[in-house]
């Protein structure tokens, strides 16, 4: 109790003495605390804001950031059975709309441009006189997939027209056209896609 007693009477003399010394000096000696101590102290940060409400803005930016990277690296990682599981939505739903009807999942699709570098003296010309249009135009094989048929391919999300046929393309096989020889090139070939025409 006394020691209780001793150590409180220090305090207050000490916080009584930050504004004179003297004081400070017997606060010091009785409680043993130094005033340089209660001058010299900062309050303690957790998670970016400081204790009496001062916001540490840099923190917080960086918690921000953190969050963010930890949001996207979430979305990176997801499973590839989750994606597959979307797809597989998507395709039921397109066959249960009763307008696609699906030609199989065994089509090779590539890629080509408009220009002559993959259309020779044909480029800009479709072979039914249509004019090539991004998102649209498809050469198939007019046999398999006859012209003008509305068709979806599997991992892309437009709807395409036949309206152009070429020399390899034959059986099941989907030639679709993109903006230049430089995307057409790095999109390769795609195996094993499902098809679907519209009744």
Same mark, same amino acid.
């Given at each position: 109790?006394?020691?209780?007693?001793?150590?409180?009477?220090?305090?207050?003399?000490?916080?009584?003495?930050?504004?004179?010394?003297?004081?400070?000096?017997?606060? *010091?000696?009785?409680?043993?605390?130094?005033?340089?101590?209660?001058?010299?102290?900062?309050?303690?940060?957790?998670?970016?804001?400081?204790?009496?409400?001062?916001?540490?803005?840099?923190?917080?930016?960086?918690? *921000?950031?953190?969050?963010?990277?930890?949001?996207?690296?979430?979305?990176?990682?997801?499973?590839?059975?989750?994606?597959?599981?979307?797809?597989?939505?998507?395709?039921? $739903?397109?066959?249960?709309?009763?307008?696609?009807?699906?030609?199989?999942?065994?089509?090779?699709?590539?890629?080509?441009?408009?220009?002559?570098?993959?259309?020779?003296?044909? $480029?800009?010309?479709?072979?039914?006189?249509?004019?090539?249009?991004?998102?649209?135009?498809?050469?198939?094989?007019?046999?398999?997939?006859?012209?003008?048929?509305?068709?979806?391919?599997?991992?892309?999300?437009?709807?395409?027209?036949?309206?152009?046929?070429?020399?390899?393309?034959?059986?099941?096989?989907?030639?679709?056209?993109?903006? *230049?020889?430089?995307? $057409? *090139?790095?999109?390769? +070939?795609?195996?094993?896609?499902? +098809?679907?025409?519209?009744?």
């Amino acid at each position: 109790m006394r020691t209780r007693f001793v150590v409180g009477l220090g305090m207050a003399l000490l916080l009584l003495g930050t504004e004179t010394p003297a004081l400070a000096q017997v606060g *010091n000696h009785i409680a043993g605390f130094d005033i340089r101590w209660i001058r010299e102290y900062e309050p303690s940060k957790e998670d970016g804001v400081s204790m009496v409400g001062e916001p540490d803005w840099n923190a917080e930016l960086e918690l *921000n950031m953190a969050a963010e990277s930890d949001a996207e690296s979430d979305a990176e990682s997801e499973p590839v059975e989750a994606q597959t599981e979307e797809t597989k939505e998507e395709e039921e $739903a397109l066959e249960a709309d009763g307008e696609w009807v699906s030609l199989g999942d065994d089509w090779v699709i590539t890629y080509y441009c408009p220009l002559s570098c993959c259309n020779d003296q044909w $480029a800009w010309k479709t072979s039914t006189q249509e004019p090539m249009q991004l998102h649209h135009t498809i050469a198939v094989d007019p046999s398999v997939i006859p012209y003008y048929t509305h068709v979806r391919i599997g991992g892309l999300d437009y709807e395409y027209v036949a309206e152009d046929c070429g020399g390899g393309i034959k059986g099941k096989r989907i030639d679709v056209l993109v903006d *230049n020889c430089s995307i $057409a *090139n790095k999109m390769g +070939v795609d195996r094993n896609v499902e +098809v679907w025409v519209k009744k």
